[in-house]
């Protein structure tokens, strides 16, 4: 009788989990669409194709790079990101980064899972949820196609973030400084 009430129960908390991740994923589906952008504007903050936007809070804005394809460019800084949803580690703040990602060739992928923040302390750090909408999630650009997203980071108290990395695990290569 104890395992059968013990398998219900696990079994309907695996209900519940399984609905609560397909309601995350759905609502996460509506946060990111790709837009073909229009002509390069250089008065634009979020002018496409190349053009350096214009410089927002922080005095990295405008610094772009590629990697496989995908042109990587920063719009804007929020250090700290505003308060939401999403709470941040005890003793840490986070930050969000908000990217333009343009294909420049043909069936180009991004997934901001591959972006890792070097902090001033020589740490990796990986993402964390964003608190700020748009997020940057995944997806395939044509040439031309962009989309613009937030990353997030938790840093511990005086780390600074030194740079944007690319790459899985401890394997990333450096991309985009923020210094």
Do not use: C
């Not at 989990?17 to 008065?43: H, M, N, Q, W, Y």
């Not at 990295?60 to 999403?86: L, Q």
Request: proline content about 10%.
């Amino acid at each position: 009788m104890r395992w059968s009430r013990a398998l219900l129960i696990l079994a309907g908390g695996i209900l519940l989990f399984l609905a609560g991740v397909l309601t995350f994923a759905e609502r996460e589906g509506e946060r990111v669409g790709v837009t073909t952008p229009p002509v390069a504007d250089a008065g634009n903050p979020r002018a496409p194709l190349g053009a350096s936007p214009a410089p927002a809070s922080s005095p990295v804005a405008g610094r772009s790079a590629e990697m496989d394809g995908v042109r990587y460019t920063i719009i804007d800084i929020a250090d700290p990101e505003p308060p939401g949803n999403f709470p941040v580690k005890a003793g840490h703040r986070r930050i969000g980064i908000l990217l333009q990602v343009e294909g420049l060739q043909p069936r180009a992928s991004y997934n901001f899972a591959l972006l890792r923040l070097r902090g001033s302390d020589g740490q990796l750090y990986a993402w964390a949820l964003s608190n700020q909408e748009p997020a940057l999630r995944q997806g395939v650009l044509e040439p031309g196609q962009a989309v613009e997203g937030w990353v997030a980071y938790d840093l511990p108290p005086g780390v600074r973030p030194a740079a944007l990395e690319y790459g899985r695990g401890v394997s990333t290569a450096p991309l985009l400084s923020l210094d």
